[in-house]
Structure formats: C-alpha cells, structure tokens
C-alpha cells in the first residue's frame, strides 16, 4: 500500500524575524481555480488605475534668465546638460543636484544650438552674432566641491551670416553649422573646410547621422529636407513637402530612418532610400512642432510643440502614448532625452528648463525585490489585457489643458468633414475618377535627386 505524506521542514516554514514574509503553499492545478481569468481581469483594471494615480512626471525646473532656445546632452556623462537661452547664456547643469555647474557667457546673440564632442570633453555653440564658439566641459563633482560659476571659450570661429543650428561630428574634430549654407568646420581651422548649398533659403536644422558619420541631413525653410555625405562633396538627394519642417532626428538604432518635426502639427519619420513616402506619420499635436529628440533605444522619441505640451510617441506609432504640461509652461522649443532613457527635458520660453520622467508612474530610487516582482507582474497584466475596453480607456485616458483640448476636438471636426466630403465626391463621380493620396505621400511635393 503507498501513502502519500506532505513532509515540511520546520526550519523553512517559520520565520527568524516578525518582519519575515510568511511563506504561502499553493496547488496551481487549473481545475482548484476556476475563476483564474476574472481575478487577472480585476488585478489588471486595479493596475491600470494604480498606473494612474501614481503618474506625477514632473520632478524639477532649472531657472534661466531668458527663454530657453536649445538643450544638448554629454553622450559620455548621464547627469550632464547644456542649454542655451535667447540672452546669450549657456549653462552646464548637474542634474541629480539640480545646481548650475557653469555658466559660459559670450555670445551677443541668442544661442540657437548646441552640441557636444563624442567624448564628451568640449561643446560647441552658435548663434545670431555670426559666431561659433567652442567650450571645456567640466565635470561634476559628486561631492559637492566647489565650481567654477564662470567659463570661457577656447576657439571662436567667426561666419559671414547668422547660425541656426549646430551639430558636431560623431568621430573627427569637425563640426557642421546651418544658416544661408551648410558649412562644415575643423576645430584647427578658422575658416570653413566644406560648403554645400542647395537652393537659396535658409537652414534650420543639421544632424549627422550616428551610424554613419560622414551623413547628415538638413531641414530648410524652403520646405525641403535634404542629404549630404561629406565624402562626396556634393548633396545626395531631397525631398520638398509641403510644410517646413523645424527639426529633424536620426533614430539611433535604425541607421536609414530619421524623424522631422513638422509646421503643420505632424511628425514624419522617413527611410533616407525610400524618400517618396513616409514611414510613419505622428500626430496628436494641435501647433507647430519646434524639436524632438530620439531615445537611446531608438524604441520611441520625445516632440515639444508651440502648443506647450510635451509628447513621448514610439518609432512606429501614430499616436502619442504620454503628454506633459503645466500651467505655467509656455510654447517648447527644445526636448531631449537622459543617456539612460530614463528622463525627458523640456526647454520652454518661460526661462525653465524641465526634468520629467519618462514613465509618468515609474517610480525614483532603489526598488526592494518583490517591489520589482510586483512591477513586472503589473506590467504583464497590462500587456495581456491592453486590448479589452475598459483597461484601454484608463490607460489611454490623459487631461489636457483646454485650449489644447478645444483645438483638438475642432481638428477632428475638420479632418472628419474633410472625410466625408471625400466620400461623397467619389460616391457622385465616374468609377476611378477621384484618386485617393495616401496619407503618408500626402505631404510630400517632390523628390530631388
């Protein structure tokens, strides 16, 4: 005859302090659990609420004395950020402290860009004066000593024109500057090294490409956005849209495919082979978009529009899955993301520069192991149940101020009249006499090669 016992040792069942988590035995055979589906059900409603009522990104507001007009971040230090404002102030801050390690006074003009070296050592700045100026970055002392308030340029390299944006090569000592022309500069030459032109208009944006140093690729006020490879001296193609475009991004990960922020309230992600139809369209903006910035994972990007919200949308999707404001943030004209993907900062016109999570929920400092388990757990409800109505309302739902609120909603009211005027044009016309744009090629007017 067999006899089945339960044998326990008493040593791992009773607990050597009263703070111990008592330990719990549990039959996981499916048919002891018929009610398995409605309590994940309940357990992911209750995370998704907990999601909510925990989400509070606003963590810190670094004070300047005039409108903030570009952020750049040090690829090599995590708590290093450089913003330059519309006085002529540049500042290097230390972000854990909150404190201004350095303060790089020089410029007349405002500062319309800077970058930093891929070592992380220097940065280069420019602005409306017609000059280009290049700094030492220090680095943070994590004790707290003592800091130099005031700082100096190294090297000044002087244009014939006003600059409107800068970015700094990924390998050489090189830097690119956009204003009337594209010109590419060396750190030991006081002139130009490389000009490139194409068309008249002026250049709002350069950025090379991280994957491929020798690439970049513009965005001008002539509605056009075009490549260049430093080798070949000669621009490589362009594409002319229909509205200007005010910045543009390169994912990181995904050598061929960029970003650009867009006038008419749109982002457009493209493949630089495949120039005639955009990837992917973003929007939920109701103004202009004025910068965004790519996440080291290159899995999702960061936008600041003139409408003066903040948006985090993934590479791939249409709509936004976060938005930041406050009441006092006014139109955003610079975003960037934390080396570690873990922050978002936000320049705005109102003389602040603002720290943001980029998970709203996702909470700050060392979590204990079954904080992190209970996380994870969370999360995997979320995912499983995403799809079902009532979970998706309360993760999508997000309060909006109400002038961004009313836009939106007229948006629809347009672009849903737009539509149904569409269909009755084609419902009243010969068969194959209306030709439907898709929207993805919509905006595009031309592709120049």
Request: glycine content about 6%.
């Amino acid at each position: 005859m067999k006899v089945k016992t339960i044998n326990r040792s008493e040593e791992e069942c009773t607990r050597s302090r009263a703070q111990d988590v008592q330990k719990v035995h549990r039959n996981l055979d499916p048919a002891l659990h018929p009610f398995e589906k409605a309590k994940e059900y309940t357990r992911a409603l209750n995370a998704a609420k907990m999601d909510r009522v925990f989400a509070k990104p606003f963590i810190a507001a670094l004070t300047h004395d005039d409108g903030i007009t570009c952020l750049a971040r040090n690829p090599r230090r995590l708590n290093c950020l450089l913003s330059g404002s519309a006085d002529g102030d540049i500042r290097l801050w230390d972000v854990p402290a909150r404190r201004c390690l350095r303060r790089m006074t020089g410029h007349t003009g405002a500062v319309k860009g800077v970058s930093v070296t891929s070592d992380g050592e220097a940065a280069v700045s420019c602005s409306t004066d017609c000059t280009v100026k290049l700094w030492k970055v220090p680095f943070a002392p994590f004790d707290g000593g003592p800091i130099q308030e005031e700082g100096e340029a190294v090297l000044e390299f002087s244009g014939k024109h006003a600059f409107r944006c800068i970015d700094h090569h990924w390998e050489r000592a090189q830097f690119a500057t956009a204003g009337a022309a594209v010109e590419v500069w060396d750190h030991e030459r006081a002139e130009p090294v490389q000009t490139f032109t194409w068309g008249s208009d002026t250049i709002t944006s350069v950025r090379f490409n991280p994957a491929e140093p020798d690439v970049f690729a513009t965005a001008g006020s002539d509605r056009g956005i075009a490549l260049y490879d430093l080798r070949s001296n000669t621009p490589l193609r362009k594409l002319v849209m229909q509205t200007r475009c005010n910045a543009i991004a390169w994912n990181p990960m995904e050598a061929f495919n960029f970003t650009v922020a867009n006038e008419d309230c749109n982002l457009y992600t493209y493949d630089m082979r495949r120039l005639a139809s955009a990837s992917c369209v973003h929007q939920d903006f109701v103004s202009a978009v004025m910068d965004l910035d790519y996440s080291p994972t290159g899995r999702e990007f960061v936008a600041g529009s003139y409408d003066r919200t903040v948006r985090i949308f993934p590479f791939n999707g249409g709509h936004s899955r976060e938005v930041y404001h406050t009441k006092r943030m006014q139109r955003v004209f610079a975003v960037r993301f934390s080396g570690d993907a873990s922050y978002v900062f936000s320049g705005s016109d109102d003389m602040n520069v603002r720290v943001w999570k980029a998970n709203a929920s996702e909470q700050l400092g060392t979590l204990l192991p079954r904080e992190r388990k209970k996380q994870q757990y969370n999360n995997a409800l979320l995912e499983r149940h995403k799809h079902l109505p009532e979970v998706a309302r309360i993760v999508r739902h997000r309060h909006l101020p109400a002038p961004v609120y009313k836009a939106a909603k007229l948006r629809r009211v347009q672009q849903d009249s737009e539509r149904r005027k569409t269909q009755h044009r084609i419902a009243h016309s010969a068969p194959g006499s209306v030709k439907i744009k898709a929207a993805r090629k919509k905006k595009v007017v031309a592709e120049v090669e």
